[in-house]
T-cell receptor
Framework: DAGVIQSPRHEVTEMGQEVTLRCKLISGHNSLFWYRQTMMRGLELLIYFNNNVPIDDSGMPEDRFSAKMPNASFSTLKIQPSEPRDSAVYFC??????????????FGPGTRLTVL | DQQVKQNSPSLSVQEGRISILNCDYTNSMFDYFLWYKKYPAEGPTFLISISSIKDKNEDGRFTVFLNKSAKHLSLHIVPSQPGDSAVYFCAAIMTTDSWGKLQFGAGTQVVVTP
């Protein structure tokens, strides 16, 4: 995960609050993925960007979730308003090169979100 | 609809013995498969992969087997070491789909005991 930085590492918030998760890529890549990990469903793809454009957001659970990628090295995932069932670990990932999606992805260390 | 399934949530194995992790998939269009390993408080890291044109790929102590007719793959770790204790995710992708995306299983927690 040397090339992907996520912040914050831990976030505890109350239901109804807005939460913003951040992902920074050390070097720009064409693609960026947001995943959510829960015990029941494992790793779920929420959304992915290619060339800063959202390509597939079918995994975003609800309209409360939104994501942006304003440039090739930065993305945000926002939840507004947050709910307890949003509690999970959120990962950002990016391929190591501009190659295809079969490249093994580099994952960030994740943000553990707890919504009380 | 989970297209990639890891039916064993956990596995305990003695150090030095073989660990066998299983993964099943439902989509016959998947043609590339990967295994990721995840330690606590870290992101998953790529471990090994296999293309559907092969039925086996080996990298050191790790071997992945693919049975396309059964839509099944497995990861063998031999010999298992305490440092192998982690969660292992199986993933699959359709490389023919321009916007193909990795589909992950729910993961298998491996504990290697001394």
């Amino acid at each position: 995960d040397a090339g992907v930085i996520q912040s914050p590492r831990h976030e505890v918030t109350e239901m109804g609050q807005e939460v913003t998760l951040r992902c920074k890529l050390i070097s720009g890549h064409n693609s960026l993925f947001w995943y959510r990990q829960t015990m029941m469903r494992g790793l779920e793809l929420l959304i992915y960007f290619n060339n800063n454009v959202p390509i597939d957001d079918s995994g975003m659970p609800e309209d409360r979730f939104s994501a942006k990628m304003p440039n090739a090295s930065f993305s945000t995932l926002k939840i507004q308003p947050s709910e307890p069932r949003d509690s999970a670990v959120y990962f950002c990932a990016s391929p190591p090169s501009a190659g295809g999606l079969t490249d093994e992805q580099f994952f960030g260390p994740g943000t553990r979100l707890t919504v009380l | 609809d989970q297209q990639v399934k890891q039916n064993s949530p956990s596995l305990s194995v003695q150090e030095g013995r073989i660990s066998i992790l299983n993964c099943d998939y439902t989509n016959s269009m998947f043609d590339y498969f990967l295994w990721y390993k995840k330690y606590p408080a870290e992101g998953p890291t790529f471990l090994i992969s296999i293309s559907s044109i092969k039925d086996k790929n080996e990298d050191g102590r790790f071997t992945v087997f693919l049975n396309k007719s059964a839509k099944h793959l497995s990861l063998h770790i031999v010999p298992s070491q305490p440092g192998d204790s982690a969660v292992y995710f199986c993933a699959a992708i359709m490389t023919t789909d321009s916007w193909g995306k990795l589909q992950f299983g729910a993961g298998t927690q491996v504990v290697v005991t001394p």
